[in-house]
């Protein structure tokens, strides 16, 4: 056993309340803002809290650049999220930020829409602040505290160069990623497959000085060969299912390569090892790619994403928690309040490749329960984005961004209608959730 650590008494000291809102959300993502935008837009006095200085969580910080999961994989290709999904591209769009539909050199079911990230940050602060929400930057949620006797969290501790404070909330919804609020309220989550295997993390980069031309030739199974090969000569990385791909600003590639497998990304020790290592591998594969990629030769980096790419950490109990079986046959939810159709997209951490498995059948889709974003035990507290009550390898498909949109969405809907009507989340009707997203365009069923 090792050494005990040593502990000190934290001084008992009161907190001043700084602000009492209808909606807290806490985290700003894509299920956040779409949570924020959602609770705003109804009437609810919201608050969207964020640890960074801006929105987009993965999409920004994390230099994602594409979003995934707003198409089917058949042929046809239909769009399966409307709402504030459609109204941020269409923001997007105006602003020439979006590509449009781009298929994957992976595998011609998979289309994704790339942007540029520094767009998506004052698109998303514009929209949230149009529906009245409250922003509040450079802020890290440290604990909830709940009155006494009562089953529901009250507001949350926040730190920040403000110092340490209290803001209360009727509702809060947590869209951490990670399932921070929820954790700290008691509540019971699942992390990975239970046996200590989660999904592998990735450092997200950016290069300049590619010729454009012969990046477009490159065929996804030739660089996995070429990958496999470098790695049998020594080349220092794990990962040999790589996605490069064009992106937005023009003559920036994106580059999704590096795999950091075996790190708890709710530890800060191990946490702070998968961003060193992330780092180290940008320039390994750079190294790769110069030497023996064609039209790579003269790659450089042009920018490195500021925190690693997570996939997959706890997953929160809910009311109801969606299977695997489920996600690939395409099943129906009569409280379905966001639809999915991404492939499970599994980063393998032992292996470094990437395990893809289609629904059943083309161009179908499964809806995500209402229920899957009501905490269990906890009567004032909703879960969306990665952090949702669902499995482990269904968790592969759901946790992109597009369903990510669509789960905030609905999350940030039901929370104004709990707060207005002062009951527990779980007593408010899924059809007049359901009629709140179709009123303002969400998609709902095909």
């Known amino acids: ?27 700003g993502g894509a299920a956040g803002v779409s949570a924020a935008i959602a609770a705003g837009r109804s009437g609810a006095r919201t608050l969207l809290i964020e640890r960074y200085g801006f929105l ?11 979003f995934c999961g707003f198409f089917t994989t058949g042929p046809e290709k239909k769009i399966i999220v409307g709402g504030i999904g459609e109204n941020l591209l269409d923001r997007l769009r105006k602003r020439e930020a979006l ?27 514009e929209a949230a602040i149009e529906h009245g929400v409250d922003l509040l930057f450079h802020t890290l949620v440290t604990g909830v505290f709940r009155d006494a006797g009562e089953n529901r969290v009250s507001g949350v501790i926040v730190e920040n160069k403000s110092g340490r404070s209290a803001l209360t909330g009727r509702v809060i919804v947590d869209t951490t990623g990670d399932g921070d609020v929820a954790w700290m309220a008691g509540a019971s989550f699942e992390i990975g497959d239970g046996k200590g295997t989660s999904q592998a993390l990735t450092t997200m980069f950016r290069l300049m000085g590619v010729d454009m031309e012969k990046l477009r030739a490159l065929k996804f199974q030739a660089l996995r060969e070429k990958l496999l090969e470098a790695r049998q000569k020594g080349f220092q990385f794990n990962r040999v299912d790589a996605i490069i791909g064009l992106t937005t600003p023009k003559g920036l590639v994106t580059a999704n390569m590096t795999g950091i497998p075996h790190l708890n990304a709710l530890e800060a020790e191990e946490l702070t090892k998968a961003e060193i290592e ?18 790579f030769e003269q790659a450089e980096v042009a920018s490195v ?3 690693v790419g997570i996939r997959e950490t706890r997953r929160i109990h809910g009311e109801y928690m969606l299977q695997e079986d489920e996600v690939l ?9 966001a639809l999915g159709a991404w ?21 179908d889709y499964y809806s995500i ?50 707060a207005s009507s002062h009951i527990p989340v779980r007593k408010i009707p899924y059809t007049t959730v359901q009629s709140a997203l179709r009123k303002h365009g969400a998609i709902l069923e095909l």
């Open 369 to 418: 329960p209402l229920r899957c974003l009501i905490v269990r035990g906890v009567d004032n507290l909703l879960v969306a984005g990665r952090c949702a009550s669902t499995t482990h390898i269904a968790q592969a498909s759901s946790r992109v961004t597009a369903q990510a949109l669509a789960m905030g969405e609905a999350a940030g809907i039901l929370a104004s209608q709990a």
């Open 1 to 27: 056993m090792g050494t005990p650590m040593k502990k000190i008494v934290e001084e008992t000291r009161e907190l001043e309340v700084r602000g009492e809102y209808d909606v807290l959300v806490v985290g």
């Open 329 to 337: 046959k395409g099943t129906k939810f009569s409280d379905g309040i």
């Open 343 to 363: 492939p499970v997209e599994f980063h393998d951490p032992d292996t470094g490749k990437i395990e893809w498995r289609f629904i059943d059948q083309p161009d």
């Open 278 to 295: 992330g780092r180290r591998q940008v320039f390994e594969y750079l190294r790769f790619l110069r030497q023996s990629v064609p039209g």
């Open 305 to 307: 994403a500021a925190q």
């Open 99 to 125: 590509t449009e539909k781009m298929i994957a050199p992976i595998d011609p079911r998979i289309a994704s829409l790339r942007f540029n990230p520094e767009v998506l940050k004052c698109v998303e602060e």
């Open 56 to 66: 987009g969580g993965m999409s920004t910080a994390g230099l994602v650049g594409s």
